[in-house]
């Protein structure tokens, strides 16, 4: 089983940056697609990005331009550098397996909340 741990967030003012970081363990998380997600008050986990093991990375289109994914598959780590911030993006970020209908979610992590202020 991987254990995910997330950390990076914090408080910023719209337009900054944050560079979130998923740290995990298992042998597992370098062969497979790992994903950033996001919750909002009151409302449902979304997509954010996603990354394959290769590098291939795409991205919601609310953050596409502005949040860039990438990974240290030797660190088993996955990185999600936010950047031009808005107040929409304020949520608790999480990272995990890339959800597909053939690949469910490992164990979430505790998540990192991004507070976006205007």
């Known amino acids: 089983q991987v254990q995910l741990v997330e950390s990076g967030g914090g408080l910023v003012q719209a337009g900054g940056s944050l560079r979130l970081s998923c740290a995990a363990s298992?042998?597992?998380?370098?062969?497979?697609?790992i994903g950033w997600y996001r919750q909002a008050p009151g409302k449902q986990r979304e997509y954010v990005a996603h990354?394959?093991?290769?590098?291939?990375?795409n991205y919601a289109d609310s953050v596409k331009g502005r949040f860039t994914i990438s990974r240290d598959n030797a660190k088993n780590m996955v990185y999600l550098q936010m950047n031009s911030l808005k107040p929409e993006d304020t949520a608790v970020y999480y990272c995990?397996?890339?959800?597909?209908?053939?690949?469910?979610?490992?164990?979430w992590g505790q998540g990192t909340q991004v507070t976006v202020s205007s």
């Open positions: 995990n397996r890339y959800l597909t209908p053939s690949y469910g979610a490992w164990a």
């Open positions: 990354i394959y093991s290769g590098g291939n990375r």
């Open positions: 298992g042998s597992m998380f370098s062969v497979n697609a």
